[in-house]
């Protein structure tokens, strides 16, 4: 049974950092790319970040490159989320999201991703 559990969500100030954890169980893990995504209230899921599952190559949202770094540690089977220089605007529920290295599409469309976890808020005051 294949797992995904994020961590590390929380209230913060603007210009403050979070780090968020996605522990992966129940697949192997150093096979997926893996991506988070967020969804404000009201709002569609968007992409926000994606690391290649061998090269470790990433690709960021433009609204967040320059301010957050994805990384992955296939010994620990996590990825995480760095996000610095937090806004008001990057209030949401995060999602990270597993894809099969052999899956076709682009790192930004939700839909190609296999396996979801269940989200970690974080919520950014001005």
């Known amino acids: 049974q294949v797992q995904l559990v994020e961590s590390g969500g929380g209230l913060v100030q603007a210009g403050g950092s979070l780090r968020l954890s996605c522990a992966a169980s129940g697949l192997t893990f150093s096979s997926y790319n893996m991506g988070w995504f967020r969804q404000a209230p009201g709002k569609e899921r968007e992409f926000v970040a994606a690391i290649r599952w061998s090269s470790g190559s990433t690709f960021y949202a433009g609204s967040v490159k320059g301010r957050f770094t994805i990384s992955r540690d296939n010994d620990k089977n996590t990825a995480y989320l760095q996000m610095n220089g937090l806004k008001p605007e990057d209030t949401a529920v995060y999602y990270c999201?597993?894809?099969?290295?052999?899956?076709?599409?682009?790192?930004?469309?939700?839909?190609?991703?296999?396996?979801w976890g269940q989200g970690t808020q974080v919520t950014v005051s001005s």
């Open positions: 999201a597993a894809r099969l290295y052999i899956n076709g599409g682009s790192y930004d469309d939700s839909k190609a991703y296999n396996y």
